[in-house]
């Protein structure tokens, strides 16, 4: 690893890259990989490139310690004109994540956190979740031929297992408190000597700086003034912010965009603090959303990303069930098919052109998180059409119907 | 369009660029675009280009004329010395194409038959399938804003049915022969003027020719000496055999790979064809195979694939369902989670390394075709294992099993 710290977002004290726990020992408040200053893109073509290879000078990783990808990132930024007249935005950015090697973003950070823990000599990784995150972490553990343990609750269906069970962690459906299972997971992470990657360690955080770096280039280095990103744990929200900033302070761009931290109003812990004023989140009770892949109700990196998106005077919104399948139903329109999470940035954006908070002058990106065939119990919330038509009445039946 | 032909594959009669029926006036066998012997790979970063517009040489469209795209193509070439080593080859690697916009390779050609639509005018486009090329051209459609019309047969499940109408084309399901309903499009579209982009239009040979351009990018213009393809209707194989044979006539490569046509034994017309020592494909009778995706009884390019890979002096192989089950679950575990015609490449390779048709100094390639989240109902097929376990015995529990 490079000669480098992980430092506390809140009380800022400084820790060795070495550590793995991912909260400050005083403040309990999230870390994050000390900032990087000075750095430029490695020269290459992304045929042959890794984004940790042309990211490497943001990343602390020593050449050789950085070698285990299945090609995450370098995702397509697609540009919607007719959704940008609509909405009456001056242009409007699609970042598609679903075209990740596990179709959602979180392979950057679990690419990042694998790579964390090879270079530490760990030979079992794992994490707490039951979707996009456990989907990515047995991937990875596999083609890294890690012993991958994967936590999820007890009570989830089969269509959430299988996506999981295929790549053959050691899968367990655990019975208790899903809050708790969190923190048992740092604790037989610490004896058992596995690695957890869950949604709060720095290193994820570090992979999702990657899709800030990806939209620079995509927009030659001039910023949207807008990214809307939907916001679970927190901490892809982070890694975003941290990458534009890490960009302008090498020089690599003139400004940082404002930030749009989307929830669903059926889990939304961190609007719900910022409407109460409160500094800290709290947990959010009863949540119930489609968009199950951002139904976290009680965010490791909430209280940051209150912080953060204060400072960098951002916007909070929360988007109900129908403005989020409309808006999926919208985007599919448009060619990308979202799972409901990946939909809720154009939510947003719908509802703050309502209420004038994003204005008419404004260059926009949205975080398309994962794809649609992650989630296929939405099928059943739009009103799909098919006709029906005997194959000798078909030729009339088209030419009536154009 | 550039100043080129459309020439017939068997007797060689010379079409316009213009034309938009699919097959041979004279001998009825499938048309190809005019293969190209000038040419190279335009500058540029592939993160701001398109595969049209990087592979620009090799395509007959005009500046102007390629300007729709969801970013297909670009995908992983990703390396395998696990499986090399345990197989007994030299090299092993697998191009993803579940990382396209529609997660299988399809985009690819539906981006470039939408755009030969485009450049004649059409505002209708449409194509006859129930799998992977109807989601591919549905979403392309609407990404296009053309009127899309799909033609599936009556008796689909919804499962197939809700990810193509999520894109909202004009999807029919037509009571009748399924063969015919091949015919019945194409004079429906010229009646009704609408392109059919069906798997054997010359464009999309085009535009999988493009997987073959990017495994040679990809392997620093050394290509690996087998190639091994999914095989259906055949248009995917001719199309990367031709990628090869134009990057060689052009001096960028300096040798083609071998082919390998894998198809799946439970429907393997051309496979049939090659035991017989037939010049001609017959329908295959009771099709049957847990790879739904390569499941095409009369291959409308199987004749042409017949003549193509005897002159390459390739390989013809058919898979059993368990055969491909096998190789699916093994793909995932080295990170991979393809479709189950995804993984018949892998599975064709472990068997021709037994009988010895590959030999152990091979550097191999095999396209994954397609992601498995389209076909769930294989989760079934495998014995996929979970453990359960009390949240207070849960650190017991793990280290019992590491």
Redesign the interface.
């Given at each position: 690893m490079k000669n480098t710290k992980i430092i506390c977002t809140n009380c800022g004290k400084a820790f060795s890259v070495d550590r793995v726990y991912p909260r400050c020992d005083l403040c309990t408040e999230p870390l994050e990989v000390e900032r990087v200053r000075t750095g430029t893109i490695t020269d290459g073509?992304?045929?042959?490139q890794t984004i940790l290879e042309r990211y490497a000078d943001f990343f602390p990783f020593s050449e050789g310690e950085r070698t285990l990808s299945?090609?995450e990132g370098?995702t397509?930024l697609?540009e919607s004109s007719?959704l940008a007249s609509e909405l009456g935005v001056k242009s409007l950015h699609f970042k598609?994540e679903?075209?990740?090697?596990?179709?959602s973003f979180k392979d950057r950070g679990t690419a990042a956190g694998v790579n964390h823990a090879l270079s530490l000599g760990y030979e079992?990784i794992g994490t707490v979740s039951s979707g996009n995150m456990a989907v990515s972490v047995a991937?990875?553990g596999?083609?890294a031929?890690l012993?991958t343990?994967i936590?999820v609750s007890?009570h989830i269906p089969?269509?959430k297992?299988?996506?999981i069970?295929?790549?053959?962690p050691?899968?367990?459906?655990?019975?208790?408190?899903y809050g708790?299972?969190y923190f048992?997971s740092l604790?037989?992470g610490k004896?058992?000597g596995?690695y957890f990657i869950n949604s709060d360690v720095p290193f994820r955080v570090e992979g999702s700086k990657t899709i800030a770096f990806?939209i620079c280039?995509?927009m030659?280095f001039e910023p949207p003034d807008i990214v809307i990103v939907p916001t679970s744990a927190g901490g892809n929200l982070r890694g975003i912010i941290k990458g534009f900033e890490e960009f302008l302070s090498c020089g690599l761009i003139e400004r940082v965009p404002r930030f749009v931290c989307a929830q669903a109003s059926g889990c939304s812990p961190i609007y719900e603090a910022f409407l109460k004023d409160n500094e800290k989140v709290s947990r959010f009770q009863n949540p119930d959303t489609i968009a199950h892949a951002i139904e976290n109700p009680f965010p490791p990196s909430g209280n940051e990303v209150l912080r953060k998106i204060k400072q960098n005077r951002g916007i909070f919104v929360a988007l109900g069930d129908d403005e989020i399948l409309r808006a999926q139903?919208r985007l599919?329109?448009?060619?990308?098919?979202a799972q409901p999470a990946g939909a809720v940035p154009l939510a947003a954006l719908a509802k703050l052109r309502e209420d004038r908070s994003i204005d008419e002058e404004s260059t926009v990106a949205c975080i398309v998180t994962g794809?649609?065939?992650?989630y296929?119990a939405a099928?059943e919330r739009?009103n799909?059409?098919?006709?029906?038509?005997?194959?000798?009445d078909?030729?009339d039946?088209?030419?009536d119907?154009?």
């Open positions: 073509d992304i045929l042959r299945l090609k370098f397509p697609i007719k598609n679903s075209q990740n090697p596990t179709w079992r991937a990875y596999a083609r031929k012993k343990v936590f007890a089969p269509e297992l299988d996506p069970a295929i790549y053959d050691l899968l367990i459906r655990v019975d208790g408190d708790d299972l048992q604790a037989i004896d058992c596995i990806e280039e995509e030659n139903k599919a329109e448009e060619g990308i098919f794809g649609g065939l992650k296929t099928f739009h799909l059409e098919t006709a029906k038509c005997r194959i000798e078909l030729a039946f088209v030419g119907r154009l």
